[in-house]
């Protein structure tokens, strides 16, 4: 299953050098829109980086 962004928990890692889920996603299946993550699930190989890699762990699996 592709990951899936929870909203309410993303920050858009506000603060930080750079956005976590983006640099290690090698799919450039994540992006940022309106300060928030969103996953392509079509270009979402299910890899899990994006999900190891967020720091406030709004990205998951279902």
């Known amino acids: 299953m592709p990951a899936v962004v929870d909203p309410a928990k993303c920050n858009g890692c506000t603060g930080r050098e750079r956005e ?3 640099f290690v996603c090698a799919y450039e299946a994540v992006s940022i829109k309106d300060g928030k993550a969103v996953v392509d699930e ?3 190989d299910d890899c899990i980086m994006c999900v190891d890699a967020c ?3 709004a990205i998951i699996t279902v």
């Open 20 to 22: 976590e889920c983006l």
């Open 42 to 44: 079509q270009m979402c």
């Open 55 to 57: 720091p406030v762990e």
